[in-house]
């Protein structure tokens, strides 16, 4: 079982009158449900049309990110120094579509430890810097390396281009190689996974138990909607846990202007998940709305496929009324932020609880916020 512990405790009450906002749905007696859904069928239409292609994308984009660097590297000028931010920024947004599925070699190897872990340390990578031996396999160089690390190297060691591109020229330059050889090949390593046996391991897991794929991933899916898009990208910053306005912990603070399309995509694939679409959005193949719908038909209990779809577009208006740089819009108007995870939040109800207890999966984290 996953532990996560979070800044502060939410308000048991807002758990509480959420909950009741969302109304009551009958229990369903488990000795008389009827569930003989296909569930083969939907763990092949995740794999092949969602999470496969998903990491295929993200590893070309860090494929990208290793040749403008090496580019960068050969002449450091720069043009070389806004294509490498380009394929940065290309990766960040990639990474978005793979960050819930922590499953196979993903969950062995800890690739989102390794990859996403924000507000980076400042200190531990200068500290790395100028060791020149940093050892990025040790847990406490989880907030030292990744995506985060580079967004500050690439933004943060000077406001000044010319003087990054000196910066970058030195120590600095090695690290920030490092850390992307770092990661196209841990993301390489699991795409070679499902490519290579765990595709046929995950579907054939058919089960209903906590180690079965439809469980894990369902799980994946909720602790990535609760955990990292309602509170990291938007209730942290937004000071919902701490009653403090902080900024600095959006995603991509140093670059700022992508924090809103990081947090879009996120939203995006969360959404698209849930409705089965594919990861090009040309094919919708069987998922959760399915299932759901399934359950709704066969037994007891509320349509809870109606009940999340008719909240995603309520949540994309009020993403849409955000500027694009989430640190200043939080400086300027946090009213706006804090609007969306208010949204995002009436989503957690239903999926942590309705969606949970009509499709029998129990949560396998546990979330210290009071939801």
């Known amino acids: ?53 998903s990491y295929v994308a993200y590893v070309l984009s860090l494929n990208a990110l290793v040749e403008a660097n090496s580019e960068f590297t050969a002449t450091p000028n720069n043009t070389n120094l806004f294509s490498l931010r380009d394929a940065y920024i290309n990766c960040y947004k990639a990474w978005q579509s793979v960050s819930m599925f922590e499953i196979g070699k993903a969950e062995e190897i800890q690739l989102l430890n390794f990859t996403n872990i924000y507000p980076t340390d400042e200190g531990a990578i200068h500290s790395n810097i100028n060791s020149g031996t940093a050892n990025l396999e040790l847990p406490s160089n989880f907030d030292a390396q990744g995506l985060p690390a580079i967004d500050y190297l690439l933004y943060g060691l000077s406001s000044e281009d010319s003087d990054l591109i000196n910066l970058l020229s030195g120590n600095a330059g090695a690290y920030l190689t490092q850390l992307i050889v770092r990661l196209q090949i841990l993301g390489h390593s699991v795409l070679t996974d499902w490519q290579d046996g765990y595709r046929e391991t995950f579907i054939q897991n058919t089960g209903s138990s906590a180690t079965a794929s439809v469980d894990k991933i369902v799980n994946d899916y909720l602790f990535y909607y609760e955990r990292f898009l309602r509170a990291g990208k938007v209730g942290l910053p937004a000071g919902v846990f701490t009653g403090s306005e902080l900024p600095g912990l959006v995603e991509a603070p140093y670059s ?92 957690v109800i239903t999926l942590k609880v309705d969606m949970m207890q009509a499709l029998n999966i129990q949560v396998d984290f546990v979330d210290a916020d009071g939801d």
């Open 1 to 53: 079982m996953r532990i996560f512990t979070k800044l502060l405790s939410l308000s048991i009450l807002l758990g509480i009158a959420l909950l009741l906002s969302q109304g009551c749905k009958d229990p369903i007696d488990n000795d008389q449900r009827v569930d003989q859904f296909d569930r083969t069928e939907m763990l092949t239409d995740w794999a092949d049309l969602i999470i496969i292609p």
């Open 256 to 347: 700022k202007i992508y924090s809103k399309d990081l947090l879009i995509l996120g939203f995006e694939a969360s959404r698209n998940f849930f409705n089965g679409i594919s990861y090009n959005g040309q094919n919708q193949g069987i998922s959760l709305v399915n299932y759901l719908d399934y359950i709704y038909d066969n037994n007891t209990t509320g349509d809870v496929s109606s009940l999340v779809n008719a909240q995603w577009p309520v949540i994309e208006d009020a993403i849409n009324l955000l500027s694009d740089d989430l640190y200043g819009q939080i400086e300027t108007d946090n009213a706006k932020m804090l609007s969306v995870y208010d949204e995002l939040q009436k989503n």
